[in-house]
T-cell receptor
């Protein structure tokens, strides 16, 4: 079983739809959870960052972490064509003062006008 | 504005060549990373460094080496390029883990080995 599982998509939705993106993980030592957005031919950029279970909201984006189920989600409200990108979940744990990120494979999202 | 800069956006090299990919960050970050990204495989960690002259192997270090002589610069070296090293290479940096674990990425270098 891979440490982080993410459905690769593509996920196609009409403009204005609510989008739900998800990842599951197997390592209970993960403490930090992130969502990155990657546009075509660009590097990933951090979208949301959470520590421990709960919700975090930033504009149209909400990140949710359920550590008991080892499940994280990213919700996008009122989706826009500019949200079309690949969304990568990432998680990390402390390790002797440094940490490395473990990524999901990414979900490609296409929002049509 | 934070910045991680990779020296080339696109590179074409021949099989057997020694290839250097350079990465510079201006955030005074301790940690720097090299990943490769391939369709269907996602991002995979090649090497990382948590201090000057320190390096640690990631998940797929075979065929690669790294150099970190200065805090702001982290180089990835392909000793003898092969076609299976054709990929998108991404450099990232992050502050010490006790601060947070957010990583900032460069724009990537798309390397083609022919």
């Amino acid at each position: 079983q891979k440490e982080v599982e993410q459905d690769p998509g593509p996920l196609s939705v009409p403009e204005g739809a609510i989008v739900s993106l998800n990842c599951t993980y197997s390592n209970s030592a993960f403490q930090y959870f992130m969502w990155y957005r990657q546009y075509s031919r660009k590097g990933p950029e951090l979208l949301m960052y959470t520590y421990s279970s709960g919700n975090k909201e930033d504009g149209r984006f909400t990140a949710q972490v359920d550590k008991s189920s080892k499940y994280i989600s990213l919700f996008i409200r009122d989706s826009q064509p500019s949200d079309s990108a690949t969304y990568l979940c990432a998680m990390s744990r402390m390790n002797s003062g440094y940490s490395t990120l473990t990524f999901g494979k990414g979900t490609m999202l296409l929002v049509s006008p | 504005d934070v910045k991680v800069t990779q020296s080339s956006r696109y590179l074409v090299k021949r099989t057997g060549e020694k290839v250097f990919l350079e990465c510079v960050q201006d955030m005074d970050h301790e940690n720097m990373f090299w990943y490769r990204q391939d369709p269907g495989l996602g991002l995979r960690l090649i090497y990382f460094s948590y201090d000057v002259k320190m390096k640690e192997k990631g998940d797929i270090p075979e065929g690669y080496s790294v150099s970190r002589e200065k805090k702001e610069r982290f180089s990835l070296i392909l000793e003898s390029a092969s076609t299976n090293q054709t990929s998108m290479y991404l450099c990232a940096s992050s502050p010490p883990a006790y601060m947070n674990t957010e990583a900032f990425f460069g724009q990537g270098t798309r390397l083609t080995v022919v």
